[in-house]
């Protein structure tokens, strides 16, 4: 099993935006884009991963994931409601999204697995904590024996 974390508030997914590009040539064409945010959320995740695999091969195989987000509890609140918040009386109910949290798993591709379809039990858990992070967990199914190559 391998274990991360990325601190601070959890962010979610943004969707692309569509910007239309000239060539040089004065023709005209749509472009799509991942917004900055996103794609800056998904590299230090991608060297959160790095780091905790410690120059190991990616998993192959089925895998289970587990996201969990600890959101920040508002600075609004009163102190019982926070205090039901930080005990999981209190739930966080809205951004980020359950699919837009599990969709940075993307970035994980080539660093912890092969690819994301090896990803057969998955589950984003979302509670209040006092330090904001992003926690993911991935854990064979399995265990299977190394990959050989064969030579010609």
């Known amino acids: 099993m391998i274990a991360f974390e990325l601190d601070g508030e959890p962010v979610g997914w943004q969707r692309g935006g569509i910007r239309v590009a ?7 064409f749509a472009t799509v884009y991942t917004p900055s945010k996103t794609r800056k959320y998904q590299a230090a995740l991608a060297w959160a991963a790095k780091a905790a695999m410690r120059a190991k091969p990616p998993f192959y195989g089925p895998l ?13 609140w009163s102190n ?3 205090d039901a918040a930080l005990a999981g009386i ?3 109910t809205g951004k980020p999204d359950f699919d837009n949290l599990i969709k940075h798993v993307d ?3 080539t660093i912890v697995w092969l690819d994301d379809a090896q990803v057969v039990d998955g589950r984003v858990i979302k509670i209040y904590d ?5 926690r993911i967990e991935v854990q064979p199914l399995e265990a299977l024996p190394p990959l050989v190559s064969e030579s010609p």
């Open 22 to 28: 000239e060539t040089r040539t004065g023709k005209r």
């Open 130 to 134: 006092e330090r904001p992070r992003l």
């Open 107 to 109: 970035a994980l591709k």
């Open 64 to 76: 289970m994931i587990t996201v969990t987000a600890f959101m920040g509890v508002p600075r609004s």
């Open 90 to 92: 209190v739930r966080p």
């Open 80 to 82: 019982k409601k926070r």
